[in-house]
């Protein structure tokens, strides 16, 4: 197996990963049936990310303005704990979370799309805009992904942060030959 590719992170090893959700794990879009009903698409390969951090043992939490079926649903299906919807103040949210999981924010990544993720991405370790996140996101960040919401740009992340914790060759390795941890 080839040697670990570096990480865009450089030194950080998160111990977490915290990510709005429309714009991020969406790709911005709502869908509303005539009857009400909300439906958004979500990227099978970021749900696959976020399930490699699961196991890894790197905490995944989502902070969204929107409340939303959907993405409790989608969080549940990915074995997301932390979900926290309708929120107006992320960086509050954020700091009680961060209490209650003992974690610090210098070993947190937020990844962010609109200008109500500016004040968590200021907090944390590394604060990363999505490809096709707002200009002052994308200016205010400590990295920007190469894929845009909900297209990539989570898996993306996910990849640095295996990569930083020296696991992602052994990943490769596991998907490659179909063994399960």
Request: a negative charge; charged letters at 25%; one cysteine or more.
């Amino acid at each position: 197996m080839k040697s670990e590719t570096p990480s865009p992170l450089g030194a950080l090893t998160p111990a977490m990963l915290v990510l709005d959700v429309d714009g991020v794990l969406t790709d911005n879009s709502l869908w509303l049936s005539e009857t009400g009903d909300e439906s958004k698409c979500f990227h099978v390969p970021d749900g696959a990310g976020i399930r490699w951090l699961i196991e890894s043992g790197i905490e995944v939490a989502w902070i969204s303005g929107r409340v939303s079926l959907a993405t409790r649903r989608r969080a549940k299906q990915l074995g997301v704990k932390e979900v926290h919807m309708g929120i107006g103040d992320k960086a509050t949210c954020l700091l009680q979370l961060l209490e209650r999981s003992g974690i610090s924010a210098g070993d947190t990544v937020y990844v962010g799309d609109d200008l109500i993720d500016l004040p968590p991405m200021a907090l944390v370790g590394v604060g990363v805009a999505v490809a096709d996140a707002h200009r002052e996101v994308r200016e205010n960040a400590d990295l920007v992904t190469t894929a845009r919401g909900g297209r990539g740009a989570v898996r993306e992340v996910c990849e640095w942060i295996l990569m930083a914790h020296g696991v992602w060759s052994e990943r490769v390795g596991r998907e490659m030959t179909g063994d399960t941890p």
